[in-house]
């Protein structure tokens, strides 16, 4: 890291209120895979559009003017975040939306008889949209994950491509097993294979904003409210093949670009407005970190991607350090966290305790934290973990603390 610089954490969590608030102070927060906090600048934007532009945008007059104008900022600088085009994104209410809507509309390019893979690996929403297709005939192949390691491994993807493969849906990183698939190595196995490639960035996205081009992946949904924004989620699709899906938005815009037209009606306003706010974070983070202001927006997100990094994974070794010292506990996934193979969701199960029991008592001790399925049940099953009662998650993002760690670590400590 440049000149060993480091994550100033006191600037970090001065940006979020929850940290300050009455009611949120007090929790240690280790359920940022289900959602994360907001930093000022995102409620500010949000404050103001609802205060000053809260009418029907793209009129002509002042205040419409300027709401239509927020909202396309905020889609121009997560486009520039994750190096896309404007007309690459795509923004509705959340990541399973997202999924099933262009499901919906690629039923003109996977016909019958065609075949796609889903993973067991992955959350419902990228794999149920796409197992919808078989009721109109499509073949379904499941690419299963190693039951010892909760890996999937490329080699088995390449036995299940075959000439009739039309797409491959697969999650960056599972939000259970927390482990970086390598998507842009199975974008380029997908590709040879003449099939398309979809990534659900969801469990990635919050910690470190993706590079969509230097990926090649076809397309990539993530949800803005676990990347410190509003809850939306945004899709990213290749121009090239958004142009020519069908219009599922009302007959007369059919002459719109793509994201109008794949969904049926606008994305929320004030939402997409605020998403400015994600943006100046990270700026404000860069600038306080870094003294070069003559790179680009892309460029100052990689930089704070390491950053990040650096942090993030110093927090997950505490953690895996002391569960891995802990017989009864098993890990689920890479038990050291280095050079950017997992995200700091770390799932555990613990023997002869139910995880409801354990996190009971972690929540008994001001840790905001929860077990279950999350919704990647096929993973639950493959594991043979109790779909129900599933595993115990502890997921962080950058502004956690190692005190937090150690407050999580001490709770746990009790119990086992
Ligand atoms: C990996 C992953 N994919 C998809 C989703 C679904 O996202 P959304 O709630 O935006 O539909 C989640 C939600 O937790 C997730 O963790």
Redesign the pocket.
């Known amino acids: 890291m440049e000149n060993n610089i480091k994550l100033d954490l006191n600037f970090v969590r001065n940006q979020f209120p929850s940290f300050n608030h009455e009611v949120s102070k007090n929790i240690n927060f280790f359920e940022n ?3 994360s906090y907001v930093p000022n600048t995102v409620i500010d934007k949000l404050n103001n559009f609802m205060i000053q532009t809260k009418v029907q945008p793209y009129a002509d007059f002042e205040t419409s003017k300027i709401a239509g104008e927020q909202m396309d900022q905020g889609i121009k600088l997560f486009a520039e975040m994750i190096n896309a085009n404007f007309d690459e994104i795509i923004m509705s ?7 099933y809507v262009l499901s919906n509309a690629l039923q003109n390019m996977i016909l019958p008889g065609d075949e796609i893979i889903c993973t067991n690996q ?5 794999i149920g949209a796409w197992r919808r297709l078989s009721k109109k005939g499509v073949i379904v192949k499941e690419w299963r994950i190693n039951e010892e390691t909760a890996e999937l491994e490329i080699d088995s993807l390449k036995e299940l491509l075959s000439p009739k493969t039309k797409l491959v849906a697969v ?1 960056h ?3 259970i097993v927390g482990s970086n698939n390598n998507i842009k190595k199975i974008s380029e196995i997908v590709h040879n294979n003449n099939s398309l490639i979809i990534a ?5 996205a919050p910690h470190g904003f993706p590079d969509v081009k230097d990926l090649d992946v076809d397309f990539y ?3 803005t ?2 990347t410190f924004g509003p ?3 945004l899709l990213y699709g290749k121009y090239e093949i958004l142009k020519n899906l069908p219009n599922q938005n009302h007959e007369f815009v059919d002459d719109e670009i793509p994201n109008i037209t794949l969904n049926p009606g606008g994305p929320n306003h004030e939402e997409t407005a605020c998403l400015v706010g994600v943006s100046e974070y990270f700026d404000n983070l860069f600038y306080h970190h870094f003294q070069n202001t003559n790179i680009n927006h892309r460029k100052r997100i990689e930089k704070i991607n390491d950053l990040i990094t650096q942090h993030e994974e110093k927090l997950s070794n505490i953690l895996l350090d002391f569960l891995k010292s802990k017989k009864k506990v098993k890990i689920i996934g890479k038990k050291i966290s280095e050079n950017k193979n997992r995200a700091p969701t770390i799932s555990f199960t613990v023997k002869n305790e139910t995880s409801k029991k354990v996190c009971d008592h972690l929540v008994s001790d001001k840790i905001g934290i929860r077990n279950g399925n ?3 049940w096929r993973i639950m099953d493959a594991l043979k973990i109790d779909r129900e009662d599933g595993v115990i998650r502890a997921s962080m993002v950058h502004y956690n603390t190692e005190n937090e760690v150690y407050s999580l670590i001490n709770s746990l400590e009790k119990i086992l």
């Open positions: 895979a289900g959602g209410g959340s990541t399973t939306m997202n999924m992955d959350h419902e929403a990228n999650t990183a599972s939000n659900d960035g969801v469990s990635y949904s993530f949800s409210y676990k809850h939306l989620g999350f919704y990647a």
